[in-house]
């Protein structure tokens, strides 16, 4: 089945730096690969995603980028913010033509520190 | 902005106990969906569910697991006898298709099991 790593596990950065945060997946079937964003005690709230017939994708200060031949995509954030702290998950989808399958494997998490 | 509701936000319970947790998709979504993530750790996937069926499960959704769409509108997991290490936020999913269109997470349940 999939399985997904993500890193760095911790990231501090200092506000308006930018911050990036890396994954990858070892099911070449997967193709839909979804960020969510985790505060305190809260819901993981989409805030990106982005499917396998795309190369990158950009929301605003937000942009996340695939590479499909080595298997691994990434979150890019610009100007960051002290409301960006967060713990960022990544995700990633396969789709199984031989039946339903849209279960979301997920990374471990980054816990994002924005600085003041 | 459509959204999946859960109930109850906090549910406290004795182990070897019996609990059902309790969520309401969106209206239109076909595919539902439970994950767990236990306290500091990932968001973890139990089970998902079309077409009144179980499509695929976990490893973790042992036969103490089970989900129902008991009426059109409410789908549920039961955890038949918990134990300790059951305790954990228990999101509820939905989504239009099984392509992530349209994916999104209930508010949670946390379940504390003593």
């Known amino acids: 089945g999939e399985n997904v790593e993500q890193h760095p596990s911790t990231l501090s950065v200092q506000e308006g730096d930018s911050a990036v945060i890396k994954c990858t997946y070892s099911?070449?079937?997967?193709?839909?690969f979804p960020w969510y964003k985790q505060e305190l005690g809260k819901r993981p709230q989409l805030i990106i995603d982005?499917?396998?017939?795309?190369g990158e994708k950009k929301d605003q200060r937000i942009a996340v980028t695939l590479n499909k031949t080595a298997k691994h995509f990434s979150l890019h954030i610009t100007e960051t913010q002290p409301e960006d702290s967060a713990v960022y998950f990544c995700?990633?989808?396969?789709?199984?033509?031989?039946?339903?399958?849209?279960?979301?494997?997920f990374g471990k998490g980054t816990k994002l520190s924005v600085k003041p | 902005e459509p959204e999946v509701t859960q109930t109850p936000s906090h549910q406290v319970t004795q182990m070897g106990q019996e609990v059902i947790l309790r969520c309401v998709p969106i209206?239109?979504?076909?595919?539902f969906y439970w994950y767990r993530q236990i306290l500091g750790q990932k968001v973890e996937f139990l089970v998902s569910?079309?077409?009144?069926?179980?499509?695929?499960k976990s490893e973790i959704f042992d036969d103490q697991f089970s989900v129902e769409r008991p009426d059109g509108s409410n789908f549920t997991l039961k955890i038949r006898s918990t134990k300790l290490e059951d305790s954990a936020m228990y999101f509820c999913?939905?989504?239009?298709?099984?392509?992530?269109?349209?994916?999104?997470f209930g508010s949670g349940t946390r379940l504390t099991v003593v």
């Open positions: 999913a939905s989504s239009v298709g099984d392509r992530g269109y349209g994916y999104t």
């Open positions: 099911d070449s079937a997967s193709n839909y």
């Open positions: 982005i499917r396998s017939n795309v």
């Open positions: 995700a990633a989808q396969s789709q199984n033509y031989g039946g339903s399958q849209g279960n979301l494997i």
């Open positions: 209206s239109n979504h076909l595919y």
């Open positions: 569910f079309y077409n009144n069926e179980i499509s695929e």
